[in-house]
C-alpha cells in the first residue's frame, strides 16, 4: 500500500541547484531505508544516496560534498538537495523504500517511485 513520488525535477544550469522531494503515502509496519537512485540513457540504475531508519547517511563518490540526503518524518518526506550539479547529473532520478515490511513478521520488500527528470545542461 506504501506510495512514493518523486517532485522537484527540472532544467538547470551547470552549477546550479535543485531540491528532489519524495513524498510517502500509505501505512506500513517499518522501512529499513529510503533512497535515491539515478538511471542516465544507456547507463545501469545507481545509488546516489541512502539514510537508514537510525539516520545514518551513504553518499556515492561522486557526489558527496554537493548532494545531502535528509528525511521529515512528520511530512513523511524525503529530500535530495543538489548543489554544484554538472551534467553528468543528468538523469531520471528515482525514489526507493527498502525492506518495507506491511506486518513485522512479512518477508521485506522494495518500493520505488515513477521518477522525475534532472538536465544539467547550458
Known amino acids: 500500500q506504501l506510495q512514493l513520488v518523486e517532485s522537484g525535477g527540472g532544467l538547470v544550469q551547470p552549477g546550479g541547484s535543485l531540491r528532489l522531494s519524495c513524498a510517502a503515502s500509505g501505512i506500513i509496519f517499518s522501512i529499513n531505508a529510503m533512497g535515491w537512485y539515478r538511471q542516465a540513457p544507456g547507463k545501469q540504475r545507481e545509488l546516489v544516496a541512502s539514510?537508514?531508519?537510525?539516520?545514518?547517511?551513504n553518499y556515492a563518490d561522486s557526489v558527496k560534498g554537493r548532494f545531502t540526503i535528509s528525511r521529515d518524518n512528520v511530512k513523511k518526506t524525503v529530500y535530495l538537495q543538489m548543489n554544484s550539479l554538472k551534467p553528468e547529473d543528468t538523469a531520471v532520478y528515482y525514489c526507493?523504500?527498502?525492506?518495507?515490511?506491511?506486518?513485522?513478521?512479512?518477508?521485506?520488500?522494495?518500493?520505488w517511485g515513477q521518477g522525475t527528470q534532472v538536465t544539467v545542461s547550458s
Open positions: 539514510i537508514t531508519s537510525g539516520g545514518n547517511t
Open positions: 526507493n523504500a527498502e525492506g518495507v515490511r506491511r506486518w513485522s513478521l512479512s518477508a521485506p520488500s522494495d518500493c
